[in-house]
């Protein structure tokens, strides 16, 4: 499962007023760029400047930060307001019809003028490739048609309701390319990008990537450096740890182990060496899988006595050392219509009596042998000792024999497609922050999971009634009607909520508006102070 890293209180293209677009920097709506460079480190590999192959962490990062979309998620907020657009907005009540006009004056950073032409070839382009790795199937399947009446006006047909457009295109999905720098028909594979957005890609390779804040930029953002260099660690946690403490980095940003993170957040508050650790919230989420076919897992009475079993607080306290929490829902907490059926039905701890009972009811009276299959590193490197935690917890039970294998993510991805797997990981960090995204990619058409559970209620009512429903506080109702049935049919067990986490020095400030739901990383919050404190 890929990247992708939210709620809405109104409905969504309501009222959204130009008023809230101001210039970057300076009255003609260049990008000034004030303070010093930042340097940072991250363990994310950026798979591709491309944008209609990209749908991984650190490619959203660059995405991000290099081009725009006609709407963004401001500083803090889960709700998307325009970016490249003057103002967007449904055109029916159906949800079915979108429209975005341009702000005035629009340039790329090659100077190129960006009109609604570049906009629509933008959707165009990736829906027309299709790649494997990226956002065109799961994010962009419900446009139709795209009309542009004039240059800056650009009118998105939807096949289908799908109140959640908005949000999906204020993602790095909705990324907008110069129409004469990128074929149609394939992907750019020479590592340069350009966009209009707050940065311009200096330079990428293996090593690093260096950005240089865009003078043509116009929207929303107002810069606090004056450019960022991203160093790659590609996975070493102990090279980035040691970076960021000798200064090689001025801040640390995905991939730091989390015995480290809490490490430093116990270093002595007196210490002026002390790096500051800055805590952010988080919607990214990890999943226990069943395949409801599999001779073992596809038991209800398994699943069941195994939700009795699982001491989520035990796996976050001892392997993930306080770094998540515990998650008892398949919509994250902050997320709209979050409700704790999990807990609700299988409590909080170990109930020994309860999982027997389950398997009774299956006629198991003997110990069932399961394995429970994981992956290395593409969730996380807690993830291996997470399982085989879990595995202790069902064999202290005496009612399982459990062991855990794991294989690289190649070898894995193709067991769970092929259905070998009984019980298995998954994890998940939105695209956008909507319970949509945590419901629609599991439980409708197509699912993610691939475990065969079917539920015509979540999949032909509940999922169509919720996307058609431009005001997403409508959809509570809906969503908890859709968690009760997950946690009693259990094809997924959720285990863990994660926090966001940057480690930095003392020079660095802005880091707060960064981390936040909408798992935008905004370069551009962040500045540098000449000096140390």
């Not at 008023?19 to 991250?42: F, I, K, N």
């Not at 003392?506 to 508006?513: A, F, P």
Request: net charge neutral; charged share 25%; with cysteine.
């Amino acid at each position: 499962m890929k990247k992708r890293d939210q709620w809405l209180a109104a409905p969504l293209g309501a009222g959204l007023a130009a008023a809230l677009l101001s210039g970057c920097g300076s009255e003609d709506g260049t990008a000034a760029g004030t303070g010093q460079p930042v340097v940072m480190g991250m363990s994310d590999e950026v798979m591709t400047t491309d944008p209609a192959s990209g749908y991984d962490p650190g490619s959203w990062v660059l995405f991000n930060n290099v081009y725009q979309s006609l709407m963004s998620f401001p500083k803090g907020s889960t709700s998307p307001t325009p970016d490249a657009a003057r103002s967007c907005s449904f055109k029916d009540h159906s949800s079915q019809t979108y429209e975005c006009t341009l702000q005035d004056g629009l340039k790329f950073s090659n100077g190129h003028p960006l009109t609604s032409e570049d906009v629509a070839y933008s959707f165009r382009r990736t829906l027309k490739i299709n790649d494997k790795d990226g956002p065109a199937a799961s994010m962009l399947s419900t446009i139709g048609d795209i009309k542009t009446p004039d240059k800056s006006t650009i009118v998105f047909q939807l096949k289908r309701p799908d109140a959640t457009f908005p949000q999906k295109i204020a993602s790095g999905a909705g990324s907008i390319v110069d129409h004469t720098e990128y074929p149609m028909d394939k992907l750019r594979t020479d590592g340069k990008a350009v966009g209009s957005g707050v940065y311009k890609l200096d330079s990428f390779d293996k090593s690093k990537a260096v950005f240089k804040v865009n003078p043509s930029y116009k929207g929303p953002a107002t810069v606090q450096n004056s450019g960022v260099t991203l160093k790659f660690f590609h996975g070493e946690q102990a090279e980035l740890k040691n970076a960021v403490q000798k200064g090689d980095v001025d801040l640390a940003y995905r991939g730091l182990a989390m015995k480290d993170i809490a490490d430093l957040q116990a270093v002595d508050a007196d210490d002026k060496n002390k790096l500051n650790v800055i805590e952010g919230t988080s919607a990214e989420i990890q999943h226990m899988v069943f395949n409801t076919k599999d001779p073992v897992a596809g038991k209800a009475g398994v699943r069941k006595a195994i939700a009795y079993l699982v001491d989520r607080s035990a796996l976050v306290r001892d392997v993930y050392k306080r770094t998540a929490e515990p998650l008892y829902s398949v919509v994250p907490s902050g997320i709209t219509g979050h409700k704790t059926s999990f807990f609700d039905l299988y409590g909080d701890r170990p109930q020994p009596a309860k999982a027997a009972a389950a398997l009774q009811s299956e006629g198991i009276h003997g110990k069932v042998k399961l394995t429970l299959w994981a992956t290395p590193i593409r969730y996380g490197p807690g993830t291996v000792p997470e399982f085989q935690e879990i595995a202790k917890q069902l064999n202290d039970s005496g009612l399982f024999e459990a062991d855990v294998k794991s294989v690289p993510i190649d070898e894995y991805e193709k067991g769970v497609h092929a259905g070998a797997y009984g019980v298995y990981v998954k994890g998940w960090i939105p695209d956008y922050p909507d319970p949509d995204n945590f419901t629609a990619p599991f439980f409708g058409a197509d699912s993610e999971l691939a475990n065969n559970y079917e539920s015509k209620e979540i999949a032909e009512k509940i999922l169509p009634a919720t996307a058609a429903q431009g005001s997403r506080s409508a959809t509570v109702d809906d969503f908890a009607k859709l968690q009760n049935t997950v946690a009693q049919d259990l094809p997924v067990l959720p285990l863990w909520q994660g926090k966001q986490y940057v480690v930095a020095n003392s020079r660095i400030s802005g880091l707060q508006w960064t981390l936040d739901a909408s798992t935008v990383f905004r370069f551009w919050e962040i500045g540098k102070s000449a000096n140390k404190s």
